[in-house]
């Protein structure tokens, strides 16, 4: 089966480590892996062709120059004239300033406390996509959204521990098919593609990670990412 960076990295998240809640950038780093497994899986000539020659690169402000916007967690597009792209070992997308979105992806990850924020969350998701739109252009919106299923959860806040009773502070198990469900009505209509990643992950140590079918979530990305090659074929010629 063929390997994906994204959902490799995802799994580093949370796999042998402990899970920073707060992390603004664990989206970020998520979200880049998209284009390089867009370019791995070669659906699309046209994209690879302009990555390899520099002409689209991953944003590393996730803004575009010269328009105000709210930052989201991976965009692409085209490089400014002015700029440089930066290569980095070991991946096939230059990092660089963009004058334009032509694919806007953003990141969320649902551990704990879920229907406590899910609102707050569809409202960003959604808001999201309107920043993306409101540069300009036509960008491809993509939406990946990670939805824990672990039967017990602990989170962390400075020296504190808080582990989910089924009570109070409810199991992940207990309000992960609720949450999806929110998703899929209502954030999922506001993207081109949308992607719940389905695991399990306690955040106890020795931290462990599993997806709960990581068979049908690779299908599902996989299938993802054939048809975002043939929109971003469609869309930008």
């Known amino acids: 089966m063929q390997e994906f960076a994204l959902l490799n990295t995802f799994r580093t998240l949370f796999e042998g480590t402990k899970y920073k809640h707060r992390d603004s950038s664990l989206g970020d780093l998520v979200a880049s892996q998209l284009y390089e497994d ?5 659906k699309s000539d046209k994209l690879a062709a302009r990555v390899k020659s520099h002409e689209r690169v991953v944003n590393l402000g996730n803004k575009t ?3 105000p916007s709210r930052r989201g967690d991976g965009t692409f597009g085209e490089l400014v004239p002015t700029a440089v792209a930066i290569t980095e070992a070991g991946l096939l997308v230059a990092r660089g300033e963009v004058a334009n979105i032509e694919i806007g992806a953003e990141t969320k990850i649902l551990a704990k406390a879920m229907i406590k924020q899910i609102d707050r969350v ?17 960008p491809i919106c993509v939406g990946i959204v990670g939805v824990n299923f672990a039967p017990v959860y602990t989170s962390y806040e400075g020296d504190r521990e808080y582990l989910t009773d089924g009570k109070k502070r409810k199991h992940p198990l207990q309000e992960a098919a609720e949450a999806e469900n929110r998703l899929l009505a209502r954030a999922a209509p506001s993207f081109f593609e949308f992607q ?8 106890v140590l020795p931290f462990p990670f599993e997806w709960l079918d990581f068979a049908q979530t690779a299908k599902e990305y996989s299938a993802l990412l054939v048809r975002l090659s043939r929109e971003y074929d469609h869309r930008f010629r």
């Open 38 to 42: 867009l370019v791995s899986l070669g």
């Open 65 to 67: 120059v010269g328009r």
């Open 122 to 138: 569809i409202g960003d998701l959604a808001r999201q996509v309107e920043e993306f739109r409101s540069t300009g252009g036509n």
């Open 196 to 203: 719940i990643l389905r695991f399990r992950a306690t955040n």
